[in-house]
């Protein structure tokens, strides 16, 4: 289609590539799952489910048969819910009491989750994939992250103000999101950084070690910047190496300015 001017427009183009997972999908689980509370398994199994309740990552179902029932305390009350049926229970190990937190689904579920427990994520003070701990939520099996070196020369500005440029770059490529571009601390004025206390995780990066602020002029922009100095083992290319929001900051790639992404954030 073209304009009255006769120049075509053209829809918006995605930068990366969008997850295709349907709400409301199943699929097996090949991994052991297990969740610790107050220094207790709670369930132990080798037979669960991935279950997409929004597109972007999955949720793990757990089988009743693996779960410790004697832990879960019966609340009482049956939940309706675009799947079908389930009761809900409260989670108790010694002193630790989570109510509201587990869902057990019944013979009217959707197909494959009949018998099966839903757990909510901060119920547990941990979860493993095998025995490797597992943050935030499960890893999504469509899901690749890939950590690449390059040689494109990369710079980072705020407000016109350069914080970092760097020819030797580590891209980011994960699906679903912008690609973040990890600098080396070298590469960074980190001068202009301020430490904060922030901390986050991903579930296939790890657990952030840094976080800084940028005060440029009277503004102070907060935890744009952030590393891992000890990521998972398939992320071992960033250790300690420093990323920037690109919702947040004007990236360029080859002196060529990114359009800022909108998206939910994923350090």
Not at 198 to 206: D, F, M, N, S
């Amino acid at each position: 289609m073209s304009s009255r001017t006769g120049v075509a427009t053209r829809k918006p183009v995605s930068l990366y590539p969008r997850e295709i997972v349907p709400i409301d999908h199943v699929e097996p689980c090949a991994r052991r799952i297990r969740g610790l509370l107050n220094g207790e398994w709670v369930f132990d199994t080798n037979h669960a489910r991935y279950v997409w309740e929004w597109p972007h990552y999955p949720h793990y179902y757990v089988p009743l048969d693996d779960v410790r029932q004697e832990l879960l305390v019966d609340e009482h009350d049956v939940e309706q819910y675009s799947g079908g049926t389930a009761r809900q229970y409260g989670l108790r190990v010694r002193k630790s009491y989570r109510p509201g937190t587990v869902r057990v689904h019944t013979e009217k579920s959707v197909e494959g989750l009949a018998d099966m427990v839903r757990f909510e994520w901060n119920a547990l003070d941990a979860w493993f994939e095998e025995d490797e701990e597992v943050f935030v939520h499960p890893r999504d099996p469509y899901t690749r992250v890939d950590a690449l070196r390059s040689t494109r020369r990369i710079r980072i500005e705020i407000d016109g103000e350069v914080l970092a440029e760097s020819h030797s770059p580590v891209l980011v490529f994960e699906t679903g999101l912008p690609t973040r571009y990890y600098l080396n601390r070298t590469e960074v004025d980190l001068g202009r950084l301020i430490p904060t206390d922030t901390e986050t995780a991903c579930p296939y990066k790890g657990r952030t070690s840094n976080y800084w602020s940028v005060r440029i002029g009277d503004n102070m922009h907060d935890d744009v910047a952030w590393a891992y100095d000890f990521p998972s083992h398939l992320m071992q290319p960033i250790s300690g190496m420093v990323a920037f929001f690109n919702e947040r900051t004007d990236v360029f790639v080859d002196g060529e300015l990114l359009p800022r992404p909108h998206t939910r954030w994923s350090r």
